[in-house]
């Protein structure tokens, strides 16, 4: 199992690690699914979005499909005539694979260099594109609490070196966030108060 420390790697550093992930998978639609399934466990999908979406042939999608299935990565059930696919959270290698995934996408590095800094905090939502499995130059955050606004940019210019995307935020107090429906697949809890 490959598990490589990101923290403080370089752009050159990082691009071999997505080339040493890509060279262990070796196939683009397999990468395209972990990320889909993985990143957000409460993700659901059926062959045909995967296979539109992921801009590929049902046969390929169906074919990746059923080997994580029978490896145990997946699970599915049928709703109507759909065979809906989602990650199974209970695979023995599930914390790993989502922990890999985390560091290749750069979301690790988010959480370690800015989200546990910043202090008040009540919880931290990933949503976009990330949030849903797919791969973006942008992460977009919802802060929930009453972080150093100052201090949270000059973190983020920090993170913004070391990984090549983009990081957008909305802050809400915890009152504003109880009416916004934080809690559907749309968003990723990325970090609690504990």
């Known amino acids: 199992m490959l598990l490589v420390s990101v923290s403080h790697m370089n752009v050159t550093d990082?691009?071999?690690?997505?080339?040493?992930?890509?060279?262990?998978?070796?196939?683009?639609?397999?990468?395209?699914?972990?990320?889909?399934?993985?990143?957000n466990?409460?993700?659901?999908?059926?062959?045909r979005?995967?296979?539109?979406?992921?801009?590929e042939s049902t046969n390929s999608v169906r074919l990746e499909l059923n080997r994580f299935e029978e490896?145990?990565?997946?699970s599915s059930e049928h709703e109507g005539n759909k065979k809906i696919f989602k990650a199974n959270n209970s695979y023995p290698l599930f914390?790993?694979?989502?922990k890999i995934l985390l560091k290749y996408t750069g979301l690790q590095e988010?959480?370690?260099?800015?989200i546990e800094e910043l202090g008040d905090l009540n919880r931290v939502y990933l949503t976009g594109d990330l949030a849903m499995g797919r791969q973006s130059d942008i992460v977009s955050l919802i802060i929930v609490g009453k972080p150093d606004k100052q201090y949270l940019l000059h973190l983020i210019d920090k993170v913004e070196e070391m990984v090549p995307k983009r990081i957008q935020y909305l802050i809400y107090s915890k009152e504003e966030a109880v009416d916004l429906g934080l809690e559907n697949e749309k968003y990723l809890l990325l970090w609690n108060e504990q």
Do not use: N
Request: hydrophobic share 50%.
């Open 14 to 39: 990082r691009a071999k690690l997505y080339i040493m992930l890509e060279a262990l998978i070796s196939s683009k639609t397999r990468i395209k699914l972990l990320l889909r399934l993985f990143l």
């Open 41 to 47: 466990p409460g993700s659901k999908a059926y062959l």
């Open 49 to 55: 979005g995967l296979a539109d979406e992921f801009g």
């Open 71 to 74: 490896a145990g990565m997946l």
């Open 95 to 98: 914390g790993e694979i989502r």
């Open 110 to 114: 988010v959480i370690d260099e800015v």
